[in-house]
Nanobody, 128 residues
Framework: VQLQASGGGLVQAGGSLRLSCTIS????????GGWFRQTPGKEREFVAG????????QYADSVKGRFTISRDNAKKSVYLQMTGLKPEDTAVYFC??????????????????????WGQGTLVTVSS
């Protein structure tokens, strides 16, 4: 499976951006999705995750109330709506997918090791 992330850019503090992640390849498989971010010299950190159906989501404490993860399985896409952006949100954002989810699964994966497929990253820069 291949993931293509887009939507990053430069925005002023307090602004908004919407990241998109399109999944291609073995799309007949149910995927849980996630967004992570990374800054130079730091480990990749969890931002938000969503189960395959979209019924369950989880967020890092640092983004709760500001970011919203969603998905549209008909479009094979996962989104991250970011509002109230802060300079500390500046990072390269990566989308990730984990396949093989069963129909009843509500599991959201929080660790980068839980995911087997990654997008190329999209840079978000928030100016103060």
């Amino acid at each position: 499976v291949q993931l293509q992330a887009s939507g990053g850019g430069l925005v002023q503090a307090g602004g908004s951006l919407r990241l998109s992640c399109t999944i291609s390849g073995r799309t007949n498989v149910r995927y849980a999705g996630g967004w992570f971010r990374q800054t130079p010299g730091k480990e990749r950190e969890f931002v938000a995750g969503i189960n395959w159906s979209g019924s369950t989501t989880q967020y890092a404490d640092s983004v709760k109330g500001r970011f919203t993860i969603s998905r549209d399985n008909a479009k094979k896409s996962v989104y991250l709506q970011m509002t109230g952006l802060k300079p500390e949100d500046t990072a390269v954002y990566f989308c990730a997918a984990r396949g093989g989810q069963i129909l009843s699964s509500t599991v959201v994966y929080l660790r980068s090791d839980d995911y087997g497929s990654w997008g190329q990253g999209t840079l978000v820069t928030v100016s103060s």
